[in-house]
């Protein structure tokens, strides 16, 4: 039987490698333009805090040729609609560090035995009840919690205190850590449970109790993750929005006493951009400045979170 190759089967070969050939040319310049597309794909968020920052920057120096900047930052009076205005970041800046303050002590306490209760001593079963329940609260909306402040919390919390002023940074920031506890809690268990079995395992064997073995061994291993989490929650509180607006006022106090109304810088903002100032007013361009003030605020908060994160991370 012959079973040479004809000169059809010949050309047949040659067919088929000449579209391998052009199938691989047309692979070779996918591959080429796909480093490509996803290098655009990821440059779009820095492109885009880069066009944030450079609004923010170009309308906040156009502000401090109208206001000087040692009057804002240390001016204690902010009345930016008188006859007179004044623009002192002050009182946005203390109502803003006591909201956050506030909502820090009560996230920080619940959001911690929160995590440790579902690293160290929930069952497996429990723990994938819990923890979903538990995010449930990050995915309520914000203006629910403001509501919930104003028309829920401020009403019980005046049965105790008298005093307490039907809009005040109390109830917003009692609320705020509620939201915040889900974050602190998840990212701090995460933090646990990254922790090996053997470290648990060794303190058990050297006759450690649950709570020791939490106290003395997990709890500073996962340090830098619980410190981190502390830190994100803080940012997430700075940063707030809807909850102090509708439960804080409007009233632009610089005082140190938590039952009266106080504005941050974040409802600052959500009043000037809702009111009447028109563009290209001093008031106007303030609004830029306080969120350039609360932009460095966040920054900060943030590289200090990783700053944490790396320092005191535990290499097992």
């Not at 010949?10 to 000449?18: E, F, H, S, T, V």
């Not at 591959?31 to 609004?55: D, K, N």
């Not at 610089?254 to 409802?267: E, G, L, N, P």
Request: proline fraction near 5%; aromatic fraction near 10%.
């Amino acid at each position: 039987m012959n079973q040479g190759f004809t000169k059809s089967d010949d050309l047949n070969i040659r067919q088929l490698i000449d579209q391998h050939q052009n199938s691989n040319v047309w692979k070779r310049k996918a591959e080429r333009l796909i480093p490509v597309f996803l290098w655009l794909i990821a440059s779009i968020s820095v492109l885009t805090t880069i066009g944030i920052l450079f609004t923010l920057l170009s309308e906040t120096i156009e502000f401090f040729k109208r206001v000087p900047i040692a009057d804002f930052f240390t001016g204690t009076v902010l009345k930016p609609l008188s006859q007179n205005p004044e623009f002192g970041v002050l009182p946005l800046l203390m109502g803003t560090i006591t909201s956050s303050a506030i909502a820090m002590i009560v996230a920080v306490p619940i959001g911690l035995m929160a995590a440790i209760y579902l690293s160290e001593y929930a069952s497996v079963k429990v723990r994938k009840i819990v923890k979903p329940l538990l995010e449930l609260l990050a995915g309520i909306p914000t203006i629910v919690y403001g509501f919930f402040a104003f028309t829920f919390v401020t009403p019980l919390l005046r049965e105790f205190i008298p005093s307490l002023q039907s809009t005040n940074i109390l109830s917003p920031g009692i609320v705020m850590g509620i939201m915040i506890i889900p974050m602190i809690a998840s990212l701090s268990e995460d933090a646990m449970s990254s922790v090996p079995n053997a470290m648990r395992e060794g303190a058990y064997g050297l006759g450690a109790t649950k709570l020791e073995v939490t106290r003395k061994v997990v709890i500073p291993a996962a340090l830098s993750g619980i410190i981190a989490s502390f830190v994100l929650g803080i940012s997430r509180a700075i940063g707030e929005t809807m909850i102090v607006t509708i439960a804080s006022g409007s009233t632009k106090n610089f005082t140190f006493d938590i039952t009266q109304s106080m504005q941050t810088m974040t409802a600052y903002i959500v009043e000037v951009t809702g009111g009447d100032a028109p563009a290209g007013s001093t008031v106007y361009y303030s609004l830029y400045a306080v969120a350039m003030t609360l932009f460095v605020f966040t920054l900060l908060m943030n590289i200090l979170a990783r700053f944490i994160s790396k320092r005191f991370r535990e290499e097992y």
